[in-house]
């Protein structure tokens, strides 16, 4: 760079970078001042828990637009697995159920991802398919009736799974916080992981520095699925209860958590850790809401303005950017001081 | 590498030949010929197949063929709307299922005051909804599907503070018979007792927005815009305000679905024009236009509506049940969606 950075700019850019944790410390902070009964270990914990099943989804996700791709299918991909993780605990246990379930994850990624990289299909039809296959195949499997388990081992792994060991930390919460820190890691620290980062950044350059473009893809959307369903059988497991709709909302969440948390939809930039603090700064906000006594109807308008503004501030930001894109501010300056003379 | 490999072989081919079309297969000619029409008559064929062995019965009357026309008619209107959107490049209008259910709430509110106020508060909330969408991603580039999402959210959640989980009922709303049966008639009216409206509305509107994106000034940028907006930008169209026309185009034909969605349901309700987006979607897509965009057309879209309802008319008479109807056409879309691209591909028509 010729021009030195100025300090005021790289402190506002740095503060972009870290919008998130921002934004969280504001609504925690304001959430602990003025909601009513919030700050207190009890209520701290539910926020945890609820976090939890779209905190997992989320990982994967996440990687998926990082690739630069799109996952529509994940909302379905909870139900339908956690349907198979309850429907076969009664043949095989929950032993054999749990990884059935996850596999069934992975696989519906796995053909999500070759048609994607192999078929060349773009991943908004392909995912937008399979969210109507796998919705019309819940139904067709289940009759359209939910899935619950009123057996006392059933409702025993119910209630380990919510057992308070900590103060916040649950089991379930345990095994969320590991899979996103071993996954943050993975993406952050090793070249496998950095190279989904170059794949979504340039699929042309990645691809010349001898990295298998198509591999990394599939890999996203493996991942995808099988975070997927880790996130909806553990949250089945727990509630010992799986609807038939049970992961309808999670994808408008999901997505709204990567965006917020400042991974970009053209790929190539995000991280998992901002996604799950934003994960939490959506989930304490609306706990906060309900707390106030407000109803349902004040979250989604609050969700969707928090969205629309983020999505509209970066459009902005990048706006702002393109205008200044090849101006040099040097000669600038001295039309300027030509004009005034 | 790679790349230079392939490219070197190609060129060794004898100079006459075109490389493009050394693959040429047989699915790719039909498609390129008679476009998304063969898959048509391919669904029509399988029927009258059915027909004959037995298995199906009323397939080939007049009255089913209506019947089928009929019940796709409205994914019809916001369909050839939302074609504009992807024809310039943006994927898809998310926003569509909660403008259908605010311009139909707003028209059943305003029906105290008339049928005409209310037509014109609800077409005036749709165009709002699409000058929002037009400044944000025409102007400022928001990316096209998470800004319409954000919209879809921020309007459902002002359709349910204003009107607070109620359903409002035109009947009661209105303060003539006159305006409450006029109103029902946006979706009831049958020409000869047997042609609906919303068929009516279909069919101009195709012959409208076909001619639009076909003949006019308007629809020839939105094409270069749509396959390259660098290139249009700098061969000085108006780029920003052709994406915006785009969205607020769709936005009025979501509005007019609103409208006889409310007609058709005699409620206003904040779920009326649910799964509304990716039904329209789905039909687009099967219909050719491709979501790189500037490539499809009106007449395509229409086909893929034709198509869904076919597929929808001989599973429903061969007592396929409801939800593996959804299965099923999940899986053909993704087919006939990969098939048209691999065609499209083969013959160098498309880079994706």
């Given at each position: 760079m010729l021009n030195k950075p100025n300090s005021k700019k790289s402190l506002l850019v740095a503060i972009d970078r870290n919008r998130i944790f921002i934004l969280f410390t504001i609504v925690f902070l304001f959430m602990a001042l003025f909601a009513p009964r919030f700050f207190?270990?009890?209520?701290?914990?539910?926020?945890?828990?609820?976090?939890?099943?779209?905190?997992?989804?989320?990982?994967?996700?996440?990687?998926?637009?990082?690739?630069?791709?799109?996952?529509?299918?994940?909302?379905?991909?909870?139900?339908?697995?956690?349907?198979?993780?309850?429907?076969?605990?009664?043949?095989?246990?929950?032993?054999?159920?749990?990884?059935?379930?996850?596999?069934?994850?992975?696989?519906?990624?796995?053909?999500?991802?070759?048609?994607?990289a192999k078929a060349k299909i773009n991943s908004f039809i392909v995912t937008l398919g399979m969210m109507t296959a796998l919705q019309g195949a819940i139904y067709t499997f289940t009759g359209g009736n939910s899935v619950s388990l009123s057996t006392p081992d059933a409702f025993a792994v119910s209630d380990w799974l919510a057992l308070m060991i900590f103060p916040l930390v649950t089991p379930r919460v345990i095994i969320t916080l590991v899979l996103i820190a071993a996954s943050a890691i993975f993406m952050k620290r090793t070249r496998i992981g950095r190279n989904f980062y170059m794949v979504g950044g340039n699929r042309q350059t990645a691809w010349l520095a001898g990295i298998d473009t198509d591999k990394y893809t599939i890999a996203a959307f493996i991942m995808s699925g099988v975070t997927a369903g880790i996130g909806g059988v553990l949250f089945a497991m727990e509630s010992a209860a799986a609807t038939l709709n049970m992961g309808n909302s999670s994808l408008m969440y999901v997505i709204s958590a990567a965006i917020i948390g400042g991974t970009a939809m053209s790929g190539g930039k995000g991280g998992i850790f901002k996604t799950f603090v934003a994960i939490l700064m959506l989930d304490v906000l609306y706990n906060g809401i309900i707390l106030f006594g407000l109803g349902n109807e004040v979250k989604i308008f609050i969700a969707g303005i928090i969205l629309a503004s983020v999505v509209l501030y970066e459009a902005y930001v990048s706006y702002k950017h393109e205008k200044v894109i090849g101006q040099r501010p040097e000669l600038m300056k001295e039309l300027e001081v030509q004009n005034q003379a | 590498m790679e790349g230079t490999e392939v490219l070197e072989k190609k060129q060794q081919n004898s100079p006459g030949d075109d490389i493009r079309t050394t693959n040429y297969n047989i699915l790719g000619k039909i498609f390129h010929g008679a476009g998304i029409y063969a898959v048509a008559a391919l669904f029509l064929v399988a029927g009258i197949i059915l027909q004959a062995l037995g298995v199906i019965n009323n397939f080939l009357t007049a009255q089913n063929m209506l019947n089928i026309v009929d019940a796709v008619s409205m994914l019809g209107i916001v369909a050839v709307g939302m074609a504009f959107v992807t024809y310039s490049g943006h994927y898809a209008d998310m926003s569509v299922p909660t403008t259908m259910a605010l311009t139909g709430i707003i028209a059943v509110q305003m029906l105290q005051y008339g049928f005409f106020p209310a037509i014109a508060a609800a077409v005036a909330a749709g165009l709002l909804i699409g000058l929002i969408n037009a400044v944000a991603i025409g102007k400022f580039k928001a990316n096209p599907i998470i800004w319409t999402l954000a919209v879809n959210y921020v309007t459902l959640g002002v359709i349910r503070l204003v009107w607070v989980n109620k359903q409002i009922y035109p009947d009661m709303i209105a303060k003539s018979q006159w305006a409450s049966d006029v109103f029902d008639n946006i979706y009831r009216f049958r020409f000869f007792n047997k042609i609906g409206l919303p068929v009516v509305y279909m069919i101009i509107l195709v012959i409208l927005l076909n001619f639009i994106m076909k003949k006019t000034k308007f629809g020839q940028q939105l094409k270069i815009t749509g396959a390259a907006r660098k290139a249009s930008e700098f061969s000085g169209v108006n780029v920003e305000r052709v994406i915006g026309l785009s969205f607020v185009i769709c936005a009025l034909t979501a509005t007019l679905g609103g409208l006889t969605v409310t007609s058709l349901s005699r409620v206003g309700a904040y779920y009326n024009g649910a799964g509304y987006d990716f039904k329209a979607v789905t039909a687009i897509v099967i219909g050719g236009m491709t979501l790189a965009g500037g490539r499809g057309s009106i007449i395509g879209v229409l086909g893929g509506v034709l198509i869904i309802g076919l597929m929808n008319n001989i599973m429903t008479l061969l007592g396929v049940g409801t939800f593996s109807q959804d299965m099923i056409r999940g899986i053909i879309f993704i087919v006939v969606v990969g098939i048209n691209a691999k065609s499209l591909r083969t013959l160098g028509r498309d880079d994706a």
């Open positions: 207190n270990v009890f209520n701290l914990t539910t926020i945890m828990r609820t976090s939890a099943m779209n905190a997992t989804v989320a990982i994967g996700f996440t990687v998926i637009l990082i690739i630069g791709q799109l996952d529509l299918s994940i909302g379905t991909i909870i139900t339908f697995t956690a349907i198979i993780g309850l429907g076969l605990k009664e043949y095989i246990g929950f032993g054999g159920s749990i990884p059935v379930a996850i596999i069934a994850g992975g696989l519906i990624g796995l053909i999500n991802g070759l048609l994607v | -």
